[in-house]
């Protein structure tokens, strides 16, 4: 296993953590999961998972090894009645705070994260005073956290916290698909994206990975953006080349998709090399949405780029993908196929028809 320094701290992070999302309901499963793991030198863990029963795994792996262990807790996800949902309201988020630090058996969070910020409203009220931002920063003075950081898939929200000054670390989704950049439409979001790691690493904050496989959708041509399929280890290395990446933390169901992401460890140079992605070409981007947002402004304020994005990784099996969508202040159903955005759409995706079928889809 490879370790990175985290600039501010100096904790070693090993370049593969875990996700939690896709981890079984089944407590023994996940524990042996977390237990071959820590053992294959993996030391950081996100603790979000789409269920409640993994915080028990949790306990159960890292019992007298918690110095150890590197944890990234989140605050706004919350477990009430076994399931993930997301929340702003303070008290709910202390009370799940402080389950989860008596049900892991801990007194503190190595990372505690402002849970999936995406827009300006929202910001706004984690940002308010007597809110969220200042809890978790009282937190930190006590102690109970001992990094601030956020989750957040969109660059402008990452930007405005980081010029907060104090993250440390954060979490952001990248993956060649997201980061999809050929000739003239590498503008906009996708050279705002670029601007942020190289701003993180110039700044020393660091940078844990989120859906470096696009939520599997790169590892499938049937879902892949660039009709062409990727590998683990191509993903992987890709997100680790981006300035400020410290550590990939990749979803498993199970013990044999944990080993099929530990491969990377002992990946040869080819296995590893992502080249072909310059062998792209637009032709294979035709009628895809890549998230792009070209098409904004939206004349009602849809974020049509995560409305697409959401539902592309809950057909892909990411089972919080619904949740990031509810939270959204508009949704599919709120298009009013008013032709803008296919006008201005550089790829030619159907976005009112398409529209209707995500409607549809969540409102199951």
Same mark, same amino acid.
């Given at each position: 296993m490879?370790?990175r320094?985290?600039?501010?701290?100096?904790?070693?992070?090993?370049?593969?953590?875990l996700?939690?999302?896709s +981890?079984? =309901?089944d407590v &023994?499963q996940?524990?042996k999961? /977390?237990?071959?793991?820590?053992?294959?030198?993996i030391n *950081?863990f996100?603790?979000?998972?789409?269920i409640?029963?993994?915080?028990y795994?949790?306990a159960q792996?890292f019992?007298?090894?918690?110095?150890?262990?590197?944890?990234?807790m989140?605050?706004g996800a919350v477990?009430a009645?076994?399931?993930?949902?997301?929340t702003?309201e +303070?008290? =709910?988020?202390k &009370?799940q705070f402080?389950?989860? /630090?008596r049900t892991?058996?801990?007194d503190y969070?190595? *990372?505690?994260?402002?849970h999936?910020?995406?827009?300006?409203?929202?910001l706004?009220k984690v940002l308010?005073?007597?809110?969220l931002w200042?809890?978790?920063?009282?937190l930190k003075?006590e102690g109970k956290v001992?990094?601030?950081?956020?989750?957040?898939?969109?660059?402008g929200i990452a930007?405005?916290?980081?010029?907060?000054?104090?993250?440390?670390l954060?979490?952001?989704?990248?993956?060649p698909a997201?980061?999809?950049?050929?000739?003239?439409?590498?503008k906009?979001?996708v050279?705002?994206?670029a601007?942020?790691?190289?701003?993180?690493e110039?700044?020393?904050v660091?940078i844990?990975?989120?859906?470096p496989?696009?939520?599997g959708?790169l590892?499938?041509e049937?879902?892949?953006?660039?009709k062409?399929?990727l590998i683990?280890t191509?993903?992987?290395q890709y997100a680790?080349?981006?300035?400020?990446?410290?550590?990939v933390?990749?979803?498993?169901?199970?013990?044999e998709d944990l080993?099929?992401?530990?491969r990377y460890v002992a990946?040869?140079?080819?296995?590893?090399?992502y080249s072909i992605?310059g062998e792209?070409t637009?032709?294979t981007?035709?009628?895809?949405?890549?998230?792009?947002n070209h098409?904004?402004?939206?004349s009602?304020?849809l974020?049509v780029g995560?409305?697409?994005k959401y539902y592309?990784?809950a057909?892909?099996g990411d089972?919080?993908?619904?949740?990031?969508?509810?939270?959204?202040?508009l949704h599919a159903?709120?298009?009013?196929k008013?032709?803008?955005?296919?006008s201005r759409?550089p790829?030619h995706v159907?976005?009112?028809?398409?529209?209707?079928?995500?409607?549809?889809y969540?409102?199951?």
């Amino acid at each position: 296993m490879e370790y990175r320094t985290l600039p501010h701290g100096g904790e070693k992070i090993s370049t593969i953590g875990l996700g939690a999302g896709s +981890l079984p =309901e089944d407590v &023994e499963q996940s524990t042996k999961i /977390l237990d071959t793991a820590i053992q294959s030198g993996i030391n *950081f863990f996100d603790m979000a998972p789409s269920i409640q029963a993994p915080f028990y795994a949790y306990a159960q792996a890292f019992a007298g090894r918690r110095d150890k262990i590197l944890t990234q807790m989140h605050f706004g996800a919350v477990y009430a009645g076994g399931k993930y949902g997301w929340t702003r309201e +303070l008290e =709910e988020i202390k &009370e799940q705070f402080a389950w989860n /630090l008596r049900t892991v058996g801990t007194d503190y969070t190595d *990372f505690g994260f402002i849970h999936c910020t995406d827009d300006q409203e929202d910001l706004d009220k984690v940002l308010a005073p007597g809110g969220l931002w200042d809890y978790m920063k009282f937190l930190k003075a006590e102690g109970k956290v001992r990094h601030l950081g956020f989750s957040s898939h969109d660059p402008g929200i990452a930007r405005q916290l980081l010029d907060t000054g104090l993250i440390n670390l954060f979490m952001f989704s990248i993956n060649p698909a997201y980061d999809y950049q050929k000739g003239e439409y590498g503008k906009g979001e996708v050279a705002e994206r670029a601007r942020l790691y190289w701003d993180c690493e110039k700044e020393g904050v660091g940078i844990s990975v989120m859906k470096p496989f696009a939520g599997g959708q790169l590892l499938d041509e049937k879902t892949s953006l660039f009709k062409r399929t990727l590998i683990h280890t191509q993903c992987i290395q890709y997100a680790l080349d981006r300035p400020a990446v410290m550590t990939v933390l990749p979803g498993v169901r199970s013990l044999e998709d944990l080993h099929t992401v530990l491969r990377y460890v002992a990946a040869t140079r080819e296995e590893r090399d992502y080249s072909i992605i310059g062998e792209f070409t637009l032709a294979t981007a035709e009628g895809v949405c890549v998230y792009c947002n070209h098409c904004q402004p939206c004349s009602m304020g849809l974020n049509v780029g995560l409305i697409n994005k959401y539902y592309d990784l809950a057909l892909a099996g990411d089972e919080m993908a619904k949740g990031h969508y509810d939270k959204l202040p508009l949704h599919a159903g709120d298009c009013v196929k008013c032709g803008h955005c296919e006008s201005r759409c550089p790829f030619h995706v159907k976005q009112e028809s398409r529209m209707v079928e995500i409607a549809e889809y969540f409102s199951k």
